[in-house]
């Protein structure tokens, strides 16, 4: 029963960004590693399968146990993965990442288009 919510959930709630996807797929070529860090809850490898599907190109899914805070799990995550830039589209996260993080660009995503989005990765 579960699993067919988190299908729905994922089938007509969540869909991918088409700028993005062209983004990390422009990245994957010029040889970058992507790293994807999720607090959304997917168990037996949903997730996975579904970015797949999508043809979301990644080469490490972080997925977060939910244990302790969001917030320092992206963070932590995006240390020990050497991540040198990180977008996402919930602010609070961005402005935290910039005050804990000099290593890694935090960008915010609010629906910039992809000629935007070109210039922000350099392609």
């Known amino acids: 029963r579960n699993r067919f919510f988190r299908q729905v959930f994922y089938w007509l709630v969540v869909?991918?960004?088409?700028?993005?996807?062209?983004?990390?797929?422009?990245?994957?070529?010029?040889?970058?590693?992507?790293?994807?860090?999720?607090?959304?809850?997917?168990?037996?490898?949903?997730?996975?399968?579904?970015?797949?599907?999508?043809?979301?190109?990644?080469?490490?899914?972080?997925?977060?146990?939910?244990?302790?805070?969001?917030?320092?799990?992206?963070m932590l995550t995006i240390q020990r993965e050497g991540c040198n830039a990180y977008i996402d589209d919930r602010p609070l996260i961005v402005q935290f990442l910039h005050a804990h993080l000099s290593s890694c660009r935090a960008i915010y995503f609010y629906n910039q288009g992809l000629p935007e989005l070109k210039k922000i990765f350099c392609l």
Do not use: A, H, M, T
Request: hydrophobic content about 35%; aromatic content about 10%.
């Open 15 to 74: 869909r991918v960004n088409k700028d993005i996807k062209e983004i990390l797929i422009s990245l994957r070529e010029r040889g970058d590693r992507i790293v994807i860090i999720s607090c959304n809850p997917s168990s037996n490898g949903f997730l996975e399968g579904y970015l797949r599907k999508k043809g979301v190109p990644f080469d490490v899914l972080q997925l977060w146990d939910q244990k302790g805070s969001e917030l320092f799990f992206k």
